[in-house]
């Protein structure tokens, strides 16, 4: 019952239903994209209810805490109860790919902008993006 107790960072990370298989979870704590308190952590790290964790994918970034040990992958609905969602409201409304972000379409057949064109779509765009940084 011992070894029941331990639970390591990439299990927890998978089970939760954070990373679709362990193996990404791995290579995500290896990459650096898996945070403790700000520091990077190796994929054996243990787990302990209460701790804080950032997770990095792609975009998207997450803070969670640990509410539950969980061993096993289950369903997301049971999953969703094992840990609680603590990122920051301002990160959660940024852009989370690029198919959200704001794009200006051009007519069918009006060719490549010319340099008159490009300079109107960037003053266009300019205010749209300063307020995102």
Known sequence: MAEQEKLRIDKYLWSIRLFK???LATEACKAGRVKLNGQNIKPSAIVKPG???QV???????????????YN?????????????????????AFK?????PVLKRDRGAG???KRDR?????????LFEEDK
């Open 51 to 53: 701790d804080v964790y």
């Open 112 to 114: 490549r902008p010319t």
């Open 119 to 127: 300079r109107e779509i960037d003053d266009l765009t300019e205010g």
């Open 73 to 93: 992958r289950v369903e997301s609905k049971i999953a969703v109860t094992k840990y609680k969602d603590i990122t920051p409201l301002e990160e959660t409304h």
């Open 21 to 23: 298989t362990r193996s």
């Open 56 to 70: 990095s994918k792609g975009i998207e970034k997450k803070v969670i805490e640990v509410l539950e040990l969980l």
């Open 97 to 101: 790919s690029m198919f959200h972000a």
